[in-house]
């Protein structure tokens, strides 16, 4: 029969039509580095950990958050996360408080008794920690995660070096400290206490270990030239702080000065307040704005009543009269003598100006490289001798808690590597996720929760920890505030916006893929991609 | 609005799905079983806003019958990008008969579908606003005049895109086309033109009417939804970017929709029996010229002395429909 023509074929279907040759660019998934990630010195996998915690799964979230830093309770309280000064979703309204979850999720591992995990079986290898601080602490984790023997020695009478001897307890709760540190211990570590290395050769010699790794701490406190009489009281702040541990508390009088700029001048200043002193005050020589104290801190002790003497120095201290000497800051920012004298009336004067390492342990090591007074270390953190490897304040660096769990870490992994005959190789890093990648218009409006803060008026006079947790239900919200930046979290927008049905959904944690048989290069998956995880890449033709 | 939203998830109800959200949470266009009814292979231009608000609503109706859609298509570009004979991306049953008289063919199908006792089967009629605004029009008035048991879905791209980009009856003013040339005294197409079907719609009381866009597809699947839900005659009409006409980057479509919305030069409502029942607030609302400015057919406005008079006379429109539907945060009006 003849058909008219138009109807002389079957209808068939548009598949048949690969529109995929029309293309320009392609879309590709990617994986960026998230800025918090980034800007972390424990290297911990922030934007993992939270992936977990925003489903309310909080042990695998703890499980993902320890793979890279044992200490999340005390993390999340002592950590000036610098995590959060990166977060994108600060430039958006207010960054994800992730210091706070990561301190529910430690305090939710106190609560239910998890462990760690050892992912290598027994290697037969023995490694001398020394010193029981974050850095020997964080070193001392990996190293048995890795399978290795590990014994600590450390010089004090109890674990937790600067944590304990520095931290005081109103940030840092000891029942919180104490049960991270025996979390790591039951990993089957051995922990000496009291017992001082005097020549780590011989230790390493008489221990038969073979390898160690050393972070000794910042414990000597630095002194300065004041000319003073005999009866004026001069303390230095590591003791105060050290002997709140002990049994003989420091007695220091109704008004007390301190004299420093630093986060220990502001701790030592809040726990003279907390043990009666009517005065607390800091005589600093340069600005706030100079001072390296974090302002935070600086603003909590403003509170509870600390005084601040900006520019000045303390020239002479007769009995309980101290002349302090305005300073004026020259061109250059550096603060100059003005000749301009006044006096402050006090009991004690306490002296926070840094601390230096003791480094009498290592007199007999050959071929170390000393720099001011710390011991220089290579990329892989080993010494100038090979098998001693160092890290935490004793090392050139930034001297805060979690640099030290990063080189407590990565000095771990190096140890391990050298102890098998290798090294250590860093997986290269992805591009960071900048926020000019995101879609913001995705992100719903989600102001950050406020920790509770503990009340002015227990503030002045007990230890009591001063800044709240989260409970379960404002931690799964703050978690969830995360914006996943540079990493899919199958919001299924690539699969919606397609007009051409050219992304797959691959189903619940498989994410997607593209079908570039009919995928015309619009870009609008990219485009409307709120993480920036897809990028358009010229086709080569 | 009837779409309820989801606060202090990660990105709320915002995105398309996100695995925080409970299933009934999310969108037809999340489910991995979609029907996909304007199938891969199609013919529309990188970007085609069109091709995708028609797959986000026939896909909407036909989860909401359980697959029980027939359309009928006016003469277009979703008419001509879908099926070139003998091919079809449409994985529906669906017929094609003039430009002018979609929704008359579609009152007969329903009347079919009446007589053949085929209660389930709904019928949808779809076309660009070329084929409703203005060829269209008249048949479109009877459909609903005698309340006929149609879905109507205009795609509106603002002129004749399949022909070449001719203005019609939606075309917003000072944009250029090919018939109203960006040269002379007033370039663009002239102010105080042209018709809003919607609300032309309301004033024939027919059950429901609503506007949507490809850049909230949430709202419109509730819309659709809703529509498919009630009988007689209903309309929805969808505003879709198209890259080629508007001179805007392909991968822009759904932000320049979204612009659309927020400035508040295409408001997002709803009505029932010719009443306002309800209207989308602007989230972050934008000036005109954030909408304007990414299209080359309003480049004419920002030349190296910025036609500010203009661009007044379009934010005043913006304003207006704000006040009109009570657009604001907040307003109740």
Redesign the interface.
Known sequence: MKKPF?IT???????????GS?RNDRPVYVDRLPPCNNACPAGEDIQGWLYYA??GEYHRAWQELVKNNPLPALMGRVCYHPCENACNRGTLDEAVSIHAVERFLGDEARKHGWKFEIDESPSGKSVLVVGAGPSGLSAAYHLARLGHQVTIYEAGPLAGGMMRFGIPKYRLPRDVLDAEVQRILDMGIALKLNTRVDNILDTMKAGGFDAAFLAVGAHVAKRTDIPARDATRILDAVSVLRGMETDAKPQLGRRVVVYGGGNTALDVARTAKRLGASEAMIVYRRTREQMPAHDFELQEALDEGIMVKWLNTITRVEDTTFTVEKMVLDAQGFPQPTGEFDTIEADTLILALGQDVDLSLLDKVPGLAIDKGTVKVDRNMMTGYAGIFAGGDMVPSERTVTVAVGHGKKAARNIDAWLRGGAYEAQPKHEVARYDLLNT????D?PQTVQPVLDILRRQSTFDEVLGGLDESNAL?EA?????CGNC?????C????????VV?L??GKRFEF?Y??C?????C???C?CGAIT?VPETI | MSMQP???????T???????LGGHQ??V??N?RRT?S???????C????E??GA?YAIDAAMQATGNQVMAVNATGCLEVF?TP?????WQIPWLHSLFGNAAAVASGVAAAMRVKGKRGVKVIAQGGDGGTTDIGFGCLSGMFERNDDVLYICYDNEAYMNTGVQRSSATPPAARTATTMAVGEHPGNVFGTGKNVPLIAMAHQIPYVATASVAN?RDLEVKVMRAMSIGGSRYIHIHVPC?LGWGS???????IA?LAVESGLFPLFEAEDGEITGRYQLR?RVPVEEYLKPQRRFAHLFGKVPDVHTIAAIQAIADRNVRRFGLATGSTS
């Open positions: 138009a074929l079957d209808p068939g279907s548009s598949l048949a039509n690969h529109t029309w925003e489903s218009w995705y992100y719903a989600a919200f969830r505030r995360c914006l996943s979290f199958e919001c299924d927008n699969y919606g916006v397609c007009p051409d049905n050219a959904k189903g619940p079908n048989d009919y015309k290069g619009c870009g609008m990219a485009a409307e709120p358009m | 989801v606060k202090f998830y990660q990105t709320g915002f995105t398309v799905g996100n695995r925080l999310r969108t266009q999340a991995m996909n304007l199938n891969s292979g199609h013919r529309a990188q970007g085609c806003g091709a995708l797959r879908s004979y003998p091919e079809t991306s597809l890259p980057a392909p991968a822009d479509t759904i932000r979204r972050r």
